[in-house]
């Protein structure tokens, strides 16, 4: 309801059924900071839930948390690129040995184990690696969407402006 070109909205007092009306901005900030107000008989009121900045907070430190998460899932790939890398140049040794020399059959039992231990271990790190990728993009696509939809929603109630992928508070 509009009265004297100021917004109007109903509110309903959970103890005592009584209606009164009050300011949809003042209604917006309640809601906003979950501030608590009176009914006209006193009872106290106030929207339960998070606040717009808890949630955004959340957001953040989630964000936050996944690319931790990120960065130790890539410093354990490269670990283990790394051991792939030695297991390699150890197979190029015995490889080299069997060239100069005709080796035995022992020898060559060896050369086989390594390749195979080499073969199971890249596909243990192409494994390791597709999944963390997919993990964390999943996880950062959620965490963006969650951010991108408070920002838009405290954008709409006037509190920040959005411009450039900065956000900034609306000064009153």
Same mark, same amino acid.
């Given at each position: 309801?509009?009265?004297?070109?100021?917004?109007?909205?109903?509110?309903?007092?959970?103890?005592?059924?009584?209606?009164?009306?009050?300011?949809?901005?003042?209604?917006?900030?309640?809601?906003?900071?979950?501030?608590?107000?009176?009914?006209?008989?006193?009872?106290?009121?106030?929207?339960?839930?998070?606040?717009?900045?808890?949630?955004?907070?959340?957001?953040?430190?989630?964000?936050?948390?996944?690319?931790?998460?990120?960065?130790?899932?890539?410093?354990?790939?490269?670990?283990?690129?790394?051991?792939?890398?030695?297991?390699?140049?150890?197979?190029?040794?015995?490889?080299?040995?069997?060239?100069?020399?005709?080796?035995?059959?022992?020898?060559? &039992?060896?050369?086989?184990?390594?390749?195979?231990?080499?073969?199971?271990?890249?596909?243990?790190?192409?494994?390791?690696?597709?999944?963390?990728?997919?993990?964390?993009?999943?996880?950062?696509?959620?965490?963006?969407?969650?951010?991108?939809?408070? &920002?838009?929603?405290?954008?709409?109630?006037?509190?920040?402006?959005?411009?450039?992928?900065?956000?900034?508070?609306?000064?009153?």
């Amino acid at each position: 309801m509009v009265y004297d070109n100021v917004e109007l909205v109903r509110e309903t007092c959970c103890k005592c059924n009584v209606q009164f009306w009050i300011t949809g901005e003042h209604q917006n900030r309640l809601v906003a900071t979950k501030e608590k107000f009176h009914c006209p008989k006193g009872h106290g009121q106030s929207y339960g839930g998070k606040s717009d900045r808890q949630k955004l907070n959340e957001a953040n430190s989630s964000l936050f948390n996944l690319r931790n998460a990120n960065h130790k899932k890539q410093t354990e790939i490269s670990n283990l690129k790394e051991e792939l890398k030695k297991k390699e140049s150890e197979m190029k040794e015995c490889l080299k040995k069997k060239s100069k020399k005709k080796s035995s059959k022992k020898k060559s &039992l060896t050369i086989v184990k390594l390749t195979k231990q080499q073969f199971e271990i890249m596909d243990i790190v192409r494994k390791r690696e597709f999944a963390t990728r997919n993990f964390l993009s999943t996880m950062l696509k959620k965490s963006k969407s969650t951010i991108d939809t408070h &920002l838009r929603n405290l954008e709409k109630k006037k509190i920040i402006t959005y411009e450039k992928g900065v956000a900034k508070k609306v000064k009153k």
